[in-house]
């Protein structure tokens, strides 16, 4: 899938093994948004055809779950002195 809301604006990737459904397949999957303050990954879902998984039938407009807490967010560096 290519990018198409603001909090998919880098990078769309795996997540978890699709899920059949009665309504087609059930893909969750990551994604990326550059900000200020550098990237935040999310968790979205999409659900797929049945027939046909390159077919998007619906896609979420806002992400399921991103990080809150800015440990979450924000990789910081721990040096430790031997």
Do not use: Q
Request: aromatic letters at 10%.
């Amino acid at each position: 899938m290519e990018p198409k809301f603001g909090f998919e604006s880098r990078n769309i990737g795996a997540g978890a093994p699709l899920i059949e459904t009665e309504r087609g397949w059930l893909m969750i999957f990551h994604c990326v948004e550059d900000s200020n303050k550098g990237k935040i990954y999310h968790a979205s879902a999409a659900l797929l055809d049945k027939r046909d998984p390159h077919k998007v039938i619906g896609r979420l407009k806002e992400h399921l779950f991103s990080p809150t807490e800015d440990y979450e967010k924000f990789r910081k560096l721990i040096y430790i002195e031997r």
